[in-house]
């Protein structure tokens, strides 16, 4: 465990992670929060775009997307299978966030799917502050935290919605839906993995 690193495994696995998660319905796994979703043409920060699809449903909608990847091999080749206008891509990586401030952007949406539970404790009480002033009052933050086995080469730890509620308090973001639910994925239900969606607004 001590050798793995956020980013475990996800180069390696590129080719079966295309697969999979472009297989997966945009619409359908966000439903749970599109109701919640700023007007279109709010500008939005995707952290851990991966394959980019979320990314792609999102400008197809209407919004202005910084996908943010660390992962070389994903992030150039979600690059060449969404190359929407409204889509830019940048190398970044949590907690710092060096180069998404480094643009001195404020963002309406800011999207955290599945990546929070790769953090440490240190690099998620950083990465909360980081990502509380990349919003702009009154912006949103959409955050899925994932419960139950590990994958094999990954690192993850069983992140709390309430220790993650906790957390963003000082930070002037305020929890506006807290829900628990099933994977989508067939082999993660299977395996019992569940995941915690949340929703905070920033203090305008």
């Known amino acids: 465990m001590a050798s793995l690193t956020s980013t475990s ?44 699809r979320d990314a792609a449903w999102l400008a197809s909608l209407g919004y202005s997307v910084l996908a943010v990847e660390p992962v070389e091999t994903l992030r150039l080749r979600a690059a060449k299978l969404h190359p929407e206008p409204e889509i830019t891509w940048l190398e970044d990586r949590l907690p710092g966030l060096a180069n998404t ?30 990502v509380a002033t990349l919003l702009a009052p009154g912006a949103r933050l959409f955050m899925s935290l994932r419960h139950g086995p590990i994958p094999e080469g990954r690192r993850m730890f069983d992140v709390t919605g309430e220790e993650t509620i906790a957390l963003a308090a000082p930070c002037h973001l305020r929890p506006i839906s807290h829900v628990r639910k099933n994977s989508i994925m067939a082999e993660n239900k299977a395996r019992g993995v569940e995941w915690t969606a949340l929703v905070f607004e920033k203090d305008s």
């Open 9 to 52: 495994g996800y180069a390696a696995e590129a080719d079966d992670l295309f697969v999979r998660y472009e297989a997966l319905s945009a619409p359908e796994t966000h439903a749970h929060w599109r109701h919640l979703f700023p007007e279109p043409r709010a500008r939005t920060l995707d952290i851990g775009a991966g394959t980019g």
């Open 101 to 130: 401030h480094a643009r001195v952007e404020r963002f309406d949406m800011v999207m955290l799917n599945a990546v929070w539970m790769h953090l440490t404790e240190e690099e998620r009480t950083t990465g909360m502050e980081r």
